[in-house]
Structure formats: structure tokens, C-alpha cells
């Protein structure tokens, strides 16, 4: 019902058309044939080498550090628009991917059509880039620079200014459309839980989120805090007996933990968009103000902790589906350092969209908090330190729920055993033993 918003060339002529439906099967078609046409490598060090033999395949130039303050100093003006523009496809970016999972929540829109959800992210990226280019066309702004110094000085003007636009592109998209068969929201009312806050009567940490969340009037605030992985997902529907796709509730999660992203990055620069650039150097933040790439990962870094001190990972271990479901997490998918902090960077992306959903003064005022204490911190093994105990925390916590899983395992299968052979019990033991062995052991590496 959206908009294909893809541009062709027919002849010389550029041609635009508007059916949104059939941009959603181009893309997932697209992203189908990528997934037959290629292994998908998981490693985030490999992805970026492949990344920079792109970037450099196409001649695209990556600013340092040094090549852009070098731009501050000598042409401020151009810095400026540098960094609002950056701001602006963030905000543009961020109200698409939000209008995508809300079309896909009410069950309007198929996006991602049974897609892996491998690739969930692209797909989204080729509606926001698709978007972009419609919106570019039909406002009254020159450049996502404009966009960028509107949000900075308004966030509430130019959101209302975007929302009005991406309404009339649908307009114009669905206007010449059939009618629909309606149908009915995906039912995510799993159960009325909130993910309450844990920190009523602690001092202030500047690393904690200290917000709470309910999924009374927005079911899918639940997954804000659940592990993205599919042995997870698919355990979790199946202890409540859900009839849902694994696949289709992981494309859902991926796309909130962009849209978390995204919304981070834009309160983080526009705390930022008045500073000196100079004063974010060696911070976890200088790669937002100067939009430059994050090569030593330490936003990423950041995130783990943040999630991690704010307890993301406990916020539902009271809720006996969940704890028995993640107790089922593969330890090969937490043997190491950067996987674990994958997993905590995802969540803390999720949770914290969700939180700007829903009261965006509290994060901009949580943010601002954080980039100052940040600035004024000289302890330059301060994150190293917190980064190696919250991955501790991480191991010893699913250890735990592995070992808790393992007991009740022994108990319920203890009557059984009575009936079984001599060889039976001895290998059902060994089977136990083993496998508490593998979750201890994660939790010492």
C-alpha cells in the first residue's frame, strides 16, 4: 500500500512509480536472491573488510578524524552542513523504519514478505533510501541539511513537518491502489508484563537507563527485552503456545533495534550540534559529531555496558517463559567477547527506541547526562573495565539459568529413571553432567 518509489530509466527518461506493495516484493525478492547468491558471513570484522574493498572499489572517499576537523577549522560552514545533514537522513531514517513497523504491527503492509531476517536491515534501508529520494522531490526543503538544523532547533516541528510529508507520499501512493482485503493486526499480546524499572531507590549511575516499560498499550515494548536470536524466539512461541513465525517476530525486533539506532544517533548529535568538536575527542561520541566510522567499535562498546548496568537482560527473568527460553541459548552463540557484545548492543538499541517512543525528554535528558560525564571522565580504562564486567555478567547470568534448567531436568526425568536400564540412566546422567559442564564453562571464559 506504500509507495515503489523506485526510480527507472526508460529510454533516456527517468519514470517514478508509487506502489508501495510492489516495492515490498522487490526488495524482499532482492534480498531472497542475495541470500541463494552468496554466504552471509557473521563476523563484524570480516563485514568491514568487505566494506572498505567496497568504499574503495567505488572510489568512495572516508574523512578521518584529522581530514575533518581540518574542515572545521578552515570552513566552518561547511562543517556545519556536514553534520546536519548527517542529522537530517538520521531523523528521515528514523520516522521511516517507525511508519514501517507500525504498518507491519497493524498488518497493513507485508515488508518484509517471509524475508530472512538476515536481511531485515537492508530491506529497510531500501525504503529509507527510496523515501528519501520521494521526499526530496515533494518538500519545501533543499537538503537534509534543512531537515537536520530544523530537528536541532524543533524536534517536534520537524517531526510533524516529515510526518505530513511521508502522508502525502502514501496518498499519492495508494490513491490509484485496489482496495485491500483487510486484516487483522498481528495479535502480540503475549501477556500484560512491564519491564519495570529497577532503579526507584539507587544513586544515579550515569550508565544506567533508568526507565521502566508496558505492554499495555504497546504489546511490543516485550520484546525490548528479549535476546534476538532464533532458538530463543522459536522457544519462547512455542512455551506460549503462539502460532507466529519465528522469522517474522526476529524482522519485527531487527527493525526496532534500528529504529533504536537511529534514535540514539540523533539525540546523541543533537546534544552534540553546539559544541566544539574537539571536546568529543576520545569519547565514544566523536564519531557521531564528526560523523566518521566507528573503526575501534566503541559506541558498540558503550551500548554493552549501558545494557548491562541498566539490568536490560534482567528485566524479565521473573517471567517464567522467557527464563526457560533463553535458557536454551546455544553456548556457541556466546563464546567470545564480540558476540556477547553483539547481543548486548542489540538489546540496548531496542529498548532504548522504545523508550524514545515513549518519552523522548527523558532520553535526551538521560543523553545529555551521559555526554558530559563522558567529556569530563580521565580514566581512560574506565570503559575497558566496565566492558570486561558486563560480559562477565552476561556469561554468568545464562550460565545460571543453563544450571537452573539443568536441575530441573534431573528432577523431572528422576521418576523416570526407575523405569529405564542400567545403561539408560548412566548415559541420561552423563548427557546432564555434560551439559551443566558447557554452561559453567561459559561462564569462565
Known sequence: MLSKLIRKNHGGKLRYSYNLGQLSRNIS??????????????SVNTMKKILTILHNAHGTRVDSRESVLDVYETDRSKFDD?????????VLGLRTVEMLIGLQLRNEIDVFKDSSPNHTRAILQRYISAFKDQYMRESSFVSMASLGRLFHESPQRANTALNNSIKRIVLNATKDSPPRRKTSPLNLSFCRVNLYNPFRSCPVDPFSLRKGLSTKKHPSNLFSAMINDPVVIREFLRDLKKNLKPGALQNIMTAQSLSGEL???????????????????????EFYRLDIPDELSKVKKLKAIIASKSMLLKRLDWFPPYRRSIAKLPQEKFDSNEKVIIFMEDLFDRFFGSCYRQDPKYCQNWIKDLVEFQSQCDDDTLLDRLLQDSVKDFRSMFSGLSFNAFGARWAGNAYLNKTKSPNDRVNATR???????????????
Do not use: H, W
Not at 525478492?29 to 557473521?42: K, P, R, V
Not at 553432567?433 to 571464559?445: E, F, I, P, T, V
Open 263 to 285: 534514535a540514539f544517533r540523533i539525540v546523541v548529535k543533537r546534544c552534540l550540534a553546539d559544541t566544539d568538536p574537539c571536546a568529543a575527542l576520545d569519547t565514544p561520541f
Open 29 to 42: 525478492q532482492n534480498a531472497s536472491m542475495g541470500e541463494n547468491e552468496m554466504l552471509l558471513d557473521s
Open 82 to 90: 556536514r553534520f546536519y545533514e548527517s542529522l537530517g537522513n538520521d
Open 431 to 445: 548427557q546432564l553432567l555434560k551439559d551443566a559442564r558447557s554452561g559453567l564453562s561459559a561462564s569462565n571464559l
